[in-house]
């Protein structure tokens, strides 16, 4: 399948994810590699303790100051699949929309 980082460390990512797996890398692997490879894996965060994914979750709090800046040094947010914009939907207000 496709895959696309929409956003890492250099475009500001900061990495500080709570929730997440953490997962050993395997030789040959990267932890960018393996979240790409689960369907669900929306957001990867590597550092000096290891290898965290986030799937089903997609980390929380991912914006919170760190309090050591190197913490991150390899994190990324994967949106799996392709995206058709169907219509442009700026500048319009659209009602009856809930949260959940």
């Known amino acids: 399948g496709k895959e696309e ?4 460390v250099s475009s ?24 790409s490879k689960k369907n669900f894996c929306s957001i990867y965060v590597e550092n000096q303790t290891g290898c965290f994914i986030g799937e089903m979750t997609a980390g929380l709090n991912c ?4 309090r ?5 040094y390899h994190a990324g947010r994967l949106m ?6 169907l219509q ?3 500048d319009t207000q659209v ?3 809930t949260q959940v």
């Open 68 to 72: 050591n800046p190197e913490a991150a």
């Open 12 to 35: 500001g990512l900061v990495g500080a994810c709570q929730n997440m797996e953490q997962l050993t890398v395997p030789l040959y692997e990267t932890c960018h590699s393996l979240c």
């Open 5 to 8: 980082v929409i956003q890492d």
């Open 88 to 90: 442009d939907l700026r």
């Open 63 to 66: 914006f919170s100051p760190l």
């Open 95 to 97: 009602f009856g929309l």
């Open 80 to 85: 799996h699949g392709a995206v058709r914009v």
